[in-house]
């Protein structure tokens, strides 16, 4: 579509029908001192080669995941992705500027998208799951609206384990509410959630594996939560967990939501990511996003529609369910193909693969003195007590070339009880020559 910029003499129109003579009375409201009447200091402009050089130079001050020992995880996390993945995401049928739903004329997308659908509900035990959302915290925040819209109920007890950021989006979105009840963050906290459960409670959200990295058996809570008339949210952000442990479904979970970053999506320096939504059928009409369908068109043969659509750009805005609810159709292609290539099998021996190299890694540094793995059961991701504060031993260790970790207190400033702890991820990617890397650097600075 050609883009028709207002003539003045539209603006004036426009200008008349409200009541305004100037576009700055638009702006009245603005307090003064937000507006920067200043020229902005720029440079100057250059030529495309010298910008070129320039942004290559600033790009070179980047520390990329695959150079050297790493060890980050805390909701993104490096794992091999085949190269057959980003060739096929690029073909022209799905590589588009905006992700096409016409029945008519994108029958492979949807089609896609009905195969990623199902991929999602057999990783996390439900029966159906949407066309994915933004990324895993707004997953999260979606979930709980849709949670208190189904109970008609505001409750919300969030466990100290969700992943701060994940706890924060929801926070952002329910504001001051006396009803968002966050349990203390803490890896060796015995959370007592099921006190917090009574009859206004919309739902519970509990993370396994959690962010300090710890495996939760979610069935006394999803008995309790639904005792008191509650949902259970069941949040991850590292779904290759979901290839070893039990899936959540199976525990009891009513919704489940997290991150797909780690199947066919890298790392790109913290996104564009794939949002995971999953649920029973008898609430999916309260499930945010788009739902792609399986039916017969008018001669018999096989086709796939949009089944449900609840946004407010396809029905009443009342009625809608999300109004951020774009999917990320790309990243879940991504996702989709990769989980095709890797199989059932393929999934459980990937998620062997990373618990092994978390194990090895969790003995080659709790053996160092001075240190304490704090967890009894985990995935690929563990949290450690360090005699000392945990950023500046990462530093310290970066200028070794080693990226030992998230320091806790990057996420959860100013708990002076965290800041000695250390989240550290293994995956399918960490050499043992990494981990004798990490385990030796570690006992330089410590």
Known sequence: MRYLPNSDQDRQVMRDAIGIKSDDELFVRVPKKVFDTAKPDLPDHQPEFAVEAHIRQLAAKNRAGGDGPFFVGAGAYRHHVPASVD??????????????????????????????????????????????????????????????????????????GLHPQYRDTIATYL???????????????????????????????????????????????????????????????????????????????????????????????????????????????????????????????????????TREQHIRRDKATSNICTNSGLCALAFSIHMSLLGEKGIEHLALLNHQQAVKTAEAVGAIDGVEVLNDHFFNEFTVKLPKAAAPIVEALADKNVLAGVPVSRLEPGKKELENLLVIAATELTSDADIEALASALKEVI
């Open 87 to 160: 060739h096929l995401i690029q073909r022209s049928e799905f590589l588009t500027a905006y992700t096409p739903y016409q029945p008519e004329i994108s029958q492979g997308t949807l089609q896609m998208l009905f195969e990623f659908q199902t991929q999602v509900a057999n990783l996390t035990g439900m029966e159906v799951a949407n066309a994915s959302l933004y990324d895993g915290s707004t997953a999260a925040m979606e979930a709980v609206l849709m949670a208190r819209r189904l109970k008609k109920r505001d409750g919300v007890v969030v466990s100290g």
């Open 175 to 309: 504001g001051k509410d006396p009803a968002f009840k966050c349990m203390q963050a803490d890896p060796q906290a015995q959370e007592d959630i099921i006190a917090q459960i009574d009859d206004s409670t919309a739902c519970v959200v509990v993370q396994s594996p959690d962010f300090y990295g710890n495996l939760r058996d979610l069935r006394p809570i999803a008995d309790a939560a639904h005792e008191k008339g509650a949902l259970l949210i069941a949040v991850f952000t590292e779904v290759v967990s979901l290839g070893a442990i039990e899936s959540p479904g199976a525990q009891g979970a009513d919704i489940v939501v997290g991150e797909g970053q780690s199947i066919g999506n890298p790392l790109t320096f913290g996104g564009p990511y794939v949002g995971l939504m999953a649920t029973h059928p008898n609430l999916v009409r309260q499930m945010p996003g788009r739902v792609c369908g399986e039916t017969v068109d008018a001669e018999g043969e096989r086709g796939f529609v949009l089944t449900l659509s």
